[in-house]
């Protein structure tokens, strides 16, 4: 089983940046499709972005479009995803999730697709003046 550590959350001022990581404490990432997710209090855990096995197909959310960038690191050991202009709307836990995905070129924000079978602990985003 892959097990997964997000990073990078905290309290920032709307308007703010943070880096989230998300990287397999004991593996690299490199075969693994890649979706972030988050979850804030009363809601649904909803996806928001998503990088393919190779690295071409990256999918946003539309509310994010413009604001975060998701990419993978050098060596496939991390993905991160920048987020910018953010607003108390973007407050939540995020999460990150692994798909053994078997078309290289795809990647889905679906968190209830079974292929999502591991998860990271999740880290808290608070964006607050």
């Known amino acids: 089983q892959l097990r997964l550590v997000e990073s990078g959350g905290g309290l920032v001022q709307p308007g703010g940046s943070l880096r989230l990581s998300c990287a397999a404490s004991?593996?690299?990432?490199?075969?693994?499709?890649i979706g972030w997710f988050r979850q804030a209090p009363g809601k649904e855990r909803e996806g928001i972005s998503c990088i393919s096995v190779d690295g071409k197909n990256i999918a946003y959310m539309n509310s994010v479009k413009g604001r975060f960038t998701l990419f993978k690191a050098n060596a496939n050991s991390a993905v991160y995803l920048q987020m910018n202009r953010l607003t108390p709307e973007d407050t939540a836990v995020y999460y990150c999730a692994a798909d053994r995905n078997p078309f290289p070129d795809l990647c889905t924000m679906d968190p209830k697709n079974r292929r999502y079978a591991d998860w990271g602990q999740g880290t808290q985003v608070t964006v607050s003046s």
């Open positions: 004991e593996s690299t990432l490199e075969h693994y499709a």
